[in-house]
């Protein structure tokens, strides 16, 4: 027993500094320094109420905020038909395939793919050369630097943190429950809503949690796919840090946009009547 408890502590230990060093401890430092004035010493809350006072950041949190909520949206309506068809519909070794083909994107990397949108998307992109060449148009359709192409963007690269945890869930249900609910005269539609989608919630949850964390911390798809059209927060934070090197300003700007987007996950699992700790499950 003595071992095992050694291995085990061993084993906990690089998780514990990485936790420590790498997370808990730069973000206590930043902490502190959204609370200090760019030059100087003291304390003060100048760098918090100059996001209230200047209406192009809060303006440009709303915009990330219900952009981030709808991209979330979108990827549950376009992911869960396709963990469904994984999980229920394809034999299990073909489900095997065509989910590692869903890993892509992440071998990848998002600065690659999200040029790769860049190719389809562009003036003289692939789609409208296509359409083109066709005869369906004279000049090029606006498919790129926007709010569109953006959201494409987002969507595109957030959807297998939606897709995993529905397939989770999904995994455990029981097959012959969905037979016993259509032998007895329940229609499809019935079934969808009164068996699978309360027993995949928790996946539901947990996938839409980890895809608006991580859409409306996004940078890079923003920034090149939206053009400067499309305000998102994280720019503003990138032009604190980076641009005006006002670091004090950027790290109150970063625990804003963590504060309220953590609000934001609470509210939701309030009205859904989920319990967090049941999500992780």
Do not use: C
Not at 222 to 230: M, T, V
């Amino acid at each position: 027993m003595e071992n095992n408890k050694k291995v085990f502590y061993i084993l906990l230990a690089p998780v514990l500094l990485w936790l420590v060093f790498l997370i808990i401890v730069p973000h206590i430092e930043l902490l502190i320094s959204s609370f200090k004035p760019n030059s100087g010493d003291g304390f003060t809350l100048e760098n918090y109420s100059a996001f209230f006072a200047d209406k192009i950041y809060w303006k440009t949190f709303i915009n990330t905020t219900l952009y981030a909520i709808g991209v979330t949206l979108l990827a549950f309506v376009v992911s869960f038909p396709i963990a469904f068809y994984l999980t229920k519909v394809v034999s299990r070794k073909y489900a095997s395939f065509l989910t590692l083909l869903l890993l892509i994107p992440l071998w990848i990397g998002e600065l690659v793919t999200i040029y790769g949108w860049v190719t389809l998307l562009g003036d003289n992109g692939v789609i409208n050369e296509s359409l083109k060449f066709i005869g369906l148009i004279d000049k090029p359709l606006p498919l790129l630097y926007n709010n569109i192409s953006m959201t494409i963007g987002l969507l595109y690269m957030s959807m297998l943190f939606m897709i995993v945890p529905i397939m989770t869930t999904l995994e455990s249900l029981d097959d012959a429950m969905i037979e016993a609910a259509s032998d007895l005269g329940a229609s499809k539609w019935t079934i969808f809503r009164r068996i699978v989608i309360p027993h995949s919630m928790p996946g539901i949850i947990n996938g839409s949690i980890i895809v608006f964390m991580l859409v409306i911390g996004d940078y890079v798809a923003p920034n090149i796919l939206g053009g400067k059209s499309s305000l998102w927060f994280t720019e503003q934070i990138y032009n604190q840090f980076l641009s005006t090197f006002n670091w004090s300003q950027g790290a109150a700007f970063g625990f804003l946009l963590l504060g309220i987007s953590s609000i934001t996950i609470w509210m939701a699992l309030r009205l859904s009547g989920q319990k967090l700790d049941k999500v992780g499950e």
